[in-house]
């Protein structure tokens, strides 16, 4: 009898501390290639290496952001990079050929990214095309249309307005890179639409069981829609703060965000509730590809080596808390 105790006491103090591991994996890998690449090189741990990793992540953090909200939902939005040159050339075009004034130009751009949301929305739910297929299509339209704003090539300007140079290059006491400010914003605006309100509520409810939500009087295609527009719109101002950091605006400078933006939400999935897309998460996963990238930067690793790790650590993630959701 005492031997059967201990084993259940044995099980059940293992079973605890993979639910713990599997909560808390995401920040504990952070941790841990943190310490590697201090070890590997002192000055990692300098407070501008810091920011510069957090000013790294404000882009893919935002517009993974945006995708976790409509992925909440069980919907996918692949037409997030494009939204985010939308973003970008939009209100490049305006502020140099139309209206030479930051702010109307970033109201009138976010509208734009809006309304591609709605677009979007009004395919997948009116219509009735797979997510993933309409987005995509979506995706190529986009692309095109910002091939015929920036005449295929890159547009810049030798005077862009104050406002929008603040975004991506201004520092707040001459240390905190502004992006990094507007990416805590961002989550903190995320985290409280998505956590404290009734609309956040139900686009979770409609991603765990649509069936159920709608039995419970709840507006799923209201809420799906919201979920796009939401996302584009967030991809939209990522683009905006990356032609700003730049400088400069190409037809397919949000192309190389989407997969890593997709991979900070999965990573996120495995933070605080495996399997459950949310915010905090999201921004850590952000964070944990940053490190990887400014470290190998950092060591001297070989360009390739970040894609692999990077990917790596994904299929990783995703398979421990798969093995750990097993095992309960």
């Known amino acids: 009898m005492e031997n059967k105790k201990k084993k259940s006491t044995n099980s059940f103090e293992k079973a605890i501390m993979l639910e713990v591991m599997g909560k808390y994996f995401l920040l504990i890998a952070i941790i841990l290639v943190s310490v590697m690449f201090a070890i590997a090189s002192p000055s990692f741990l300098?407070?501008?290496?810091i920011l510069d990793i957090f000013r790294a992540a404000s882009i893919i953090g935002i517009m993974g952001i945006g995708l976790t909200i409509v992925q909440s939902t069980g919907d996918f939005d692949f037409a997030i990079g494009a939204e985010a040159t939308v973003g970008a050339c939009a209100?490049?075009?305006?502020?140099?050929?139309?209206?030479?004034?930051f702010y109307i130009a970033f109201l009138l751009t976010m509208?734009?990214?809006?309304?591609?949301?709605?677009?979007?929305?009004y395919i997948v739910i009116n219509i009735g095309m797979q997510a993933f297929v309409a987005t995509f299509g979506v995706s190529t339209l986009m692309v095109g249309i910002c091939k015929f704003l920036t005449g295929g090539g890159q547009y810049y300007s030798t005077s862009w307005p104050s406002g929008f140079s603040i975004l991506g290059q201004g520092f707040v006491l001459g240390i905190i890179p502004v992006s990094v400010i507007l990416l805590a914003l961002c989550t903190i605006i995320a985290f409280?639409?998505?956590e404290k309100t009734k609309t956040g509520r139900y686009i979770y409810a409609v991603g765990a069981n649509p069936v159920a939500a709608q039995h419970v009087g709840i507006n799923i295609r209201r809420n799906r829609r919201i979920a796009f527009v939401v996302c584009s719109m967030f991809a939209g101002?990522?683009?905006i703060i990356q032609a700003s950091?730049?400088?400069n605006v190409t037809p397919s400078m949000g192309d190389s965000n989407f997969l890593p933006a997709m991979s900070t939400c999965m990573l996120g999935a495995t933070f605080l509730r495996p399997g459950v897309f949310n915010i905090l998460g999201t921004i850590l996963g952000s964070i944990l590809l940053a490190v990887i990238s400014n470290g190998l930067t950092m060591v001297g690793a070989s360009f390739?080596?970040?894609?692999?790790?990077?990917?790596?650590?994904l299929i990783f993630a995703v398979?421990?808390?798969?093995?750990?959701?097993?095992k309960r």
């Open 245 to 247: 950091m730049l400088s």
């Open 192 to 194: 409280v639409f998505m």
């Open 91 to 101: 209100i490049a075009k305006i502020m140099v050929e139309l209206i030479p004034n």
């Open 111 to 121: 509208i734009v990214v809006a309304c591609i949301g709605l677009f979007n929305s």
């Open 237 to 239: 101002f990522a683009g």
């Open 304 to 313: 390739f080596l970040k894609d692999i790790i990077q990917g790596a650590v």
């Open 46 to 49: 300098k407070v501008t290496n």
């Open 319 to 326: 398979g421990f808390v798969a093995v750990i959701r097993h």
